[in-house]
Nanobody, 121 residues
Framework: QVQLVESGGGLVQAGGSLRLSCAAS????????MGWYRQAPGKQRELVAA???????NYADSVKGRFTVSRDNAKNTVSLQMNSLKPEDTAVYHC???????????????WGQGTQVTVSS
């Protein structure tokens, strides 16, 4: 079994910062990409930031310059540093990993349970 466990999140005022972390554990052979998605009420889930095992990153235009995604390949963890937060960043943030479990030969998508980020104005 593979699990993604998130930590961080919470309530912060506009302009503040938060840091999200996610650890992947279980029967993992390799991890391709890791990242974060978010879903606000009434909206579709959207990509926030992603990072490959080689360190290439991709950000949503709305968070460029404010959020930074990082990864520790040895520990199978991914983090999201969120600065200059805005009320429109309020959402449930989900950790994502595209990985190959042991005893398999293909990649699968795995998701964390989600953590609430609320930014007050």
């Amino acid at each position: 079994q593979v699990q993604l466990v998130e930590s961080g999140g919470g309530l912060v005022q506009a302009g503040g910062s938060l840091r999200l972390s996610c650890a992947a554990s279980g029967s993992i052979f390799s991890i391709n990409a890791m990242g974060w998605y978010r879903q606000a009420p009434g909206k579709q889930r959207e990509l926030v930031a992603a990072i490959t095992s080689g360190g290439m990153t991709n950000y949503a235009d709305s968070v460029k310059g404010r959020f930074t995604v990082s990864r520790d390949n040895a520990k199978n963890t991914v983090s999201l540093q969120m600065n200059s937060l805005k009320p429109e960043d309020t959402a449930v943030y989900h950790c994502h990993a595209l990985l190959m479990p042991r005893a398999t030969t293909r990649l699968y998508d795995y998701w964390g349970q989600g953590t609430q980020v609320t930014v007050s104005s």
